[in-house]
């Protein structure tokens, strides 16, 4: 009878404690179908995606082949992402570039759903009621839906900065935790300007709050730690191309142009209400409710000694993307985390406060779910991509053909399964064509747009004829391209033709 007691009464106590790992594990599925199935409806794994992931893929496929990033070629970021793709780029020896591609897509999607697991495990020790709230609405944020669909800088970036905040407990009381896990947490965050330069802010946040809450050594050895980690990355790289390394990675990137891009717009990316846009009026209301709750829940969070990092997060991430020379899509993605963990933190703090009233914590977080559902309820329809692409049927026909192939978007080359041909026939190697807008810094032409950017105009068309043959899929004179730079290329003979792509056959003459 002791025994069947015991049993009766070690029920409620199992069901209490599984719920959190299934609620984590919800999220962890709800995160990958959200990705999957976005990319499905879109230009699937075998599309033509972003762009910037075509570049990052074709980078790592020339590492693996022997080239090096910034001497053999242009990269406008750190060599983290070309290390992290480098396996699946060797994965393309046995499989082929597009189906190794797909590989990386699916792991970036996994990856997308670990980041939501550890939004929760971030805020776990203040509150697993807020924490599964928090992996809930990373989840099912349109920003880290994006940049976690195929492979972007932004995905491993979150997963760092979220790792060094679980190693380091931040949010919770310390206990447990040795110099051991700083150093461990301080090398994962070293990791993440080794992706991207903008994680220099991430590193030092967190190494500003260890040292307020933990103190100077806990805080020396995160940072020591993360200058090694990102030195040990980088340096061999710099070491083979100083000045190359130094003007791609930092004097482009400083020097973009300013682009005149509406306030509203941004926020509607960062906040993750594009879905609404469709609605008139109604996209308004949500967008000012949601600024409403993120600037109010910041508010909250900066009232916790625990909670200010989050805080801390959020406006120091949100102020970068807000006040950025450029706006591109996928930097939404670096506020997804802080806003998923502010919000959760904000929700702990409320829970709290009103923990008198038996009634209100649980209604305040069925109210958090409800809203977060409603809130991604558009997101059921998102189309990640709309460029699918006729890879095989124009890689058998560029593969008959011989010779180089030139493109102004290299997951065409990928998809076509050619870049290691190319690469095994000496043909120049170039992965981001447009990168080098940006790069020519000492062009008279640099802050004007590429149509107006004569330099680059000519270094594009005198690239399409070092090839045998090219297909231009990203500029027209829509996008880059000049009027005299499109004729030109429309007047090249066609080769081959398929679903809207044309592969043409570059001429000496005419431009």
């Known amino acids: 009878m002791t025994i069947a007691r015991e049993i009766d009464h070690a029920g409620p106590v199992v069901r209490r404690h599984l719920w959190f790992p299934c609620a984590l594990a919800a999220a962890f599925g709800l995160a990958v179908a959200a990705r999957l199935g976005g990319t499905l409806r879109g230009s699937g794994l075998y599309g033509l995606g972003n762009y910037d992931d075509g570049v990052h893929f074709a980078a790592a496929l020339g590492l693996v082949n022997g080239l090096l990033p910034y001497r053999d070629f242009l990269l406008l970021h750190p060599p983290g992402v070309v290390l992290a793709l480098a396996p699946f780029a060797a994965l393309s020896w046995w499989v082929g570039e597009p189906n190794a591609m797909a590989a990386a897509r699916l792991s970036w999607i996994v990856l997308g759903g670990a980041n939501a697991v550890l939004c929760g495990l971030t805020l776990r020790p203040l509150s697993r009621v807020a924490a599964a709230v928090a992996a809930l609405f990373y989840a099912l944020s349109f920003g880290a839906m994006y940049v976690e669909h195929t492979t972007l800088l932004e995905a491993p970036a979150t997963t760092v900065l979220l790792l060094g905040l679980v190693l380091t407990r931040l949010l919770g009381s310390g206990s447990g935790i040795r110099d051991r896990h700083y150093l461990v947490a301080g090398a994962l965050l070293g990791l993440s300007p080794a992706l991207k330069i903008w994680g220099v802010v991430a590193v030092l946040v967190v190494v500003l709050a260890v040292a307020a809450r933990r103190g100077r050594r806990p805080a020396a050895l995160t940072l020591g730690a993360a200058l090694a980690s990102c030195t040990a990355l980088c340096l061999p790289f710099f070491l083979t191309a100083p000045g190359e390394m130094w003007r791609m990675v930092v004097v482009a990137q400083l020097g973009r142009r300013r682009t005149i891009e509406p306030v509203p717009g941004r926020l509607d990316d960062v906040l993750g209400v594009r879905g609404w846009s469709a609605a008139g009026g109604q996209w308004t209301a949500v967008l000012l409710a949601v600024l409403l709750i993120v600037l109010g829940s910041t508010a909250l969070c900066l009232l916790r000694s625990e909670l200010r990092v989050v805080a801390a997060l959020m406006i120091s991430h949100g102020a970068l993307v807000m006040t950025t020379p450029m706006w591109f899509l996928h930097y939404a993605g670096l506020t997804a985390a802080p806003m998923a963990l502010t919000v959760g933190g904000a929700l702990a703090v409320v829970m709290a406060r009103t923990r008198p009233v038996r009634w209100l914590p649980p209604a305040l977080a069925a109210s958090a779910v409800l809203g977060t559902l409603v809130l991604a309820w558009p997101l059921r329809d998102v189309h990640l991509g709309d460029k ?73 068309l005198e690239y399409y004829r070092s090839g045998d043959a090219v297909i231009s899929v990203r500029f027209s004179t829509a996008s880059g391209f000049s009027r005299r730079t499109a004729e030109t290329l429309k007047g090249w003979p066609v080769i081959a033709a398929a679903d809207g792509y044309v592969i043409r056959r570059p001429e000496v003459g005419g431009g």
């Open 388 to 460: 699918q692409f006729p890879g095989a049927q124009l890689g058998t026909v560029a593969a008959d053909f011989g010779g180089c192939t030139t493109t102004d978007w290299p997951m065409t080359l990928i998809q076509m399964d050619l870049v290691q041909t190319d690469i095994d026939r000496g043909c120049r190697f170039v992965v981001d064509l447009g990168g080098y807008s940006y790069y020519l810094v000492d062009s008279p032409y640099h802050q004007e747009s590429r149509r107006k950017n004569e330099d680059w105009q000519a270094l594009a």
